[in-house]
């Protein structure tokens, strides 16, 4: 079965500290793993995507396939970066996204 | 704004009544997905159409529930004799053919159903 589990619902940080969003999943194959972000009164963007190894706006995350994870980082928090975010997994090769439920994470000024 | 594009935005109707949302992709992508979210909880996949052909429903889907595209541009879905269950948001998403994996999302539809 293919699921997705982000334990924290809430995740509260002041500026400037380190920020670790969790992810696990459930995955029988190879997946690809997404973190996609939604900002107040924005529509669902992706952020970044496992394969590209890239840093997008500081935010990193890597696979982690021994413990099936893929937890977002970023070293210093901003204030903009609250937002909701969604750890969403594809097999690979297929189309559909299976999302996580989301972690709300607010940093306070 | 060339995003994608959804109507109604907010729809309330009552149980048992027949209710139709629109989906208009970014006209170059080829893939559109439909998704529905619970309050609290992530999106969920309903079913997703390459061109005009719908490729995969999930289970999710019931026979109350069902989605066209027809000329491979913009979708509707459509779920009849409505419950009270079935109130969320439905979102439509599109990617383009050489990048499947980002997805555009829309803005959504919320259903209300009394």
């Known amino acids: 079965a293919q699921r997705v589990t982000q334990p924290e619902k809430l995740l509260s940080v002041f500026k400037g500290a380190p920020v670790e969003l969790k992810c696990n999943y459930s995955?029988?194959?190879?997946?690809?793993l997404f973190w996609y972000v939604q900002y107040s009164r924005q529509r669902l963007q992706l952020l970044l995507r496992h394969i590209s190894r890239e840093s997008i706006k500081g935010f990193t995350a890597d696979l982690n396939k021994g413990e099936t994870s893929f937890h977002l980082k970023k070293p210093f928090a901003q204030e903009e970066d609250s937002a909701m975010y969604y750890c969403?997994?594809?097999?690979?090769?297929?189309?559909?996204?299976?999302f996580g439920q989301g972690t709300r994470l607010t940093i306070n000024p | 704004d060339t995003g994608v594009s959804q109507n109604p935005r907010h729809k309330i109707t009552k149980r048992g009544q027949n209710v139709t949302f629109r989906c208009d992709p970014i006209s170059e992508h080829n893939r559109l997905y439909w998704y529905r979210q619970t309050l609290g909880q992530g999106p969920e996949f309903l079913t997703y159409f390459q061109n005009e052909a719908q490729l995969e429903k999930s289970r999710l889907l019931s026979d109350r529930f069902s989605a066209e595209r027809p000329k491979g541009s913009f979708s509707t879905l459509e779920i009849q004799r409505t419950e009270q269950g079935d109130s969320a948001m439905y979102l439509c998403?599109?990617?383009?053919?050489?990048?499947?994996?980002?997805?555009?999302f829309g803005p959504g539809t919320r259903l209300t159903v009394t």
């Open positions: 995955y029988s194959g190879s997946p690809e």
């Open positions: 998403a599109s990617s383009p053919r050489d990048r499947h994996y980002e997805q555009y």
């Open positions: 969403a997994l594809s097999g690979l090769g297929a189309q559909k996204l299976v």
